[in-house]
């Protein structure tokens, strides 16, 4: 019995690729392809300098600073990696700290009242890598990008 071949070929705006195979191949491909782009889009999102909506709900919020225990619980991060992307959103729209360092971190991570990760510092870094959610500004100085604020705006607290 002759085999089907399946092919999927898609145009990008720099070229076009196109995958020919059996079913299962040609499907754990486009899955692939499909990762690779939503990487390289959140990586493209973490570098957008002008983002002139995060600065206006910034100076709308300043002001009306909750409590950051309270903010920790509405948001319900869970593991190290949300926990120090919600703290950083913290840090930037209630303390208007538009970078922060490890030390920043650390004061407010004890603050909130939640245990520490071990490595907390390497949170923000595997953050940065797997989801964007900041950006480098020099050595040991970060900021939260676009990306992140979005994230613990719009996706946190989980929805069930």
């Known amino acids: 019995m002759e085999e089907k071949k399946y092919r999927i070929k898609i145009n990008l705006k720099n070229g076009e690729i196109e995958v ?5 191949f040609v499907k754990a491909e486009v899955e692939i392809l499909i990762e690779k782009l939503q990487e390289s889009f959140i990586k493209q999102l973490s570098y957008e300098e002008d983002v002139p909506e995060i600065e206006t709900k910034k100076s709308e919020t300043l002001g009306k600073k909750p409590y950051i225990k309270e903010f920790i619980n ?73 990306h992140g604020v979005y994230f613990v705006e719009n996706d946190l607290p989980k929805k069930k």
């Open 20 to 24: 020919e195979g059996d079913k299962e």
């Open 74 to 146: 509405e948001k319900k991060p869970s593991g190290g990696l949300q926990t120090a992307v919600v703290l950083a959103y913290y840090l930037f729209k209630y303390d208007g700290k538009e970078t922060f360092t490890k030390e920043d971190l650390k004061k407010i991570w004890a603050a909130s009242g939640q245990k520490p990760t071990k490595k907390m510092w390497q949170s923000v870094i595997d953050g940065k890598n797997r989801y964007g959610w900041y950006e480098e500004v020099s050595r040991g100085v970060y900021k939260i990008s676009a």
